[in-house]
């Protein structure tokens, strides 16, 4: 279990971390004296100590040491939440105890942190290489389901002519008139019985 840092100890690991990078004594006691006065032993021991209970690691420079932090301080900040919450007889009380006491900027905060830590909500989808494809509902819009129609369209029938149109028949030599007594190939009023020579005969 962490144990929370002291007054001075958390001033000391602040810079650490906002650097977030190797620093010697005098870097961080330059740092520090701009707001309080402190000695070079005084930071020193403290670095020493911290480095003691796990929050820097070091590594010999010449004569002197360069500190760098172990973790982040959102994991420091985390481990002691944890700890805290752990040590409760009522988890789900505390936690709204703990709600109750948040500004509505930290309760958003804690939203998003919960939402990060959930990963977005995947429902499965078949892809296009027959696999599983994952669609998010704050990326992916919903899907549109085409409509089918209501009535399947007809095919237009074609239709038929009402009368067949009747083949036209040649109509055969009409014979003479009977009646009249014409031949074929004579004019009507013609002789048969006149001399065709004009002799008179």
Known sequence: ???????????????????????????????????RSIAYTTVMTVLDNLHQKGWVRREAEGRAYR???????????????????????????ALVAFF???????????????????????????????GETRVTPDVADEKRVEKPLEKPLEKPLEKPLEKPLEKSVERPDEKPDEASGETPGKESGENPDSDPGGTGR
């Open 1 to 35: 279990m962490p144990r929370p840092l002291g007054e001075l100890e958390d001033a000391v690991m602040t810079r650490v971390w906002k650097w977030n990078r190797p620093v010697t004594v005098r870097e961080v006691l330059e740092d520090l004296q701009q707001e």
């Open 67 to 93: 500190y760098e932090a172990v973790s982040t301080r959102a994991a420091y900040a985390a481990a002691l939440m944890n700890d805290a919450w752990s040590q409760s007889d009522n988890p789900a009380a």
């Open 100 to 130: 109750g006491m948040m500004s509505e900027e930290q309760r958003r905060a804690l939203r998003d942190a919960v939402r990060i830590a959930q990963g977005p909500e995947e429902g499965p989808e078949q892809g296009a290489d027959g």
